[in-house]
């Protein structure tokens, strides 16, 4: 219920750390007919929660895989309080992809938009220039983006497209060599490897009444890069 440091439990809130529960009997949830395939989980907070967030929620989780292989991640927060009490959270899909090698990596759709670096105090900037590429530590949160964004790896042939609703907000993070260094569960080399792209809601938080449920959905498919032609057509990729 907290996405990285934008608030004031520990850093990315506690859900995260937290036994779910298999949901059983999940409120119904309007599904794509070609998914056969998925899975619900629930958290609601322990007395031990209740007293680092004095809330009462329901939070729920659909994992579902569509026949190509296509990953949907479906969240739901309700308020259950029985105060009366409104509650506000920021949230994050912190979704990690692998990639052949950062440096020929490009992501498409993130152009022009405007960002808070973390690694300048959260400061604001507007991104200048052309698609996104990597050459050094990034930790920036780009604010009000569009639906669709598009991972480029030329080397492996092969694009992520993310398309998010509930979502505005997206997480671009690759901790580099240094900080790499300094984290316990991540090895000195895998930066080369890996890029977190992380669909969210970090510059308003989302505020729910008592009875009020938000969603925020994930939709995350693999497609060759012969999907545009071969060529870095970002138009098919953001638009097709
Ligand atoms: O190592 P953690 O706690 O999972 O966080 C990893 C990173 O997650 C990103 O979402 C944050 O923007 C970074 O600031 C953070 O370092």
Redesign the pocket.
Known sequence: MQF?THGNLE??GFARNRLWLVDDNPPPLPVNSGIKTYADLILKPSEEDLKIWPHRFEFRLRVALGPKGDLFLTSRIRNTNTDGKPFSFTF?Y?TYFSVSDISEVRIEGLETMDYFD?LKGKERFTEQGDALVFESEI?KVYLDTPPKIAIIDHEKKRTFVLRKDGLPDA?V?N?WERRSKT?LDFGDEEYKHML?V?PAAVEKPITLKPGEEWKGRLELSAVPSSYYSGQLDPDKVLHG
């Open positions: 990285g850093k990315h994050a912190h973390n930790d997480v993070w901790p984290i977190c992380e």
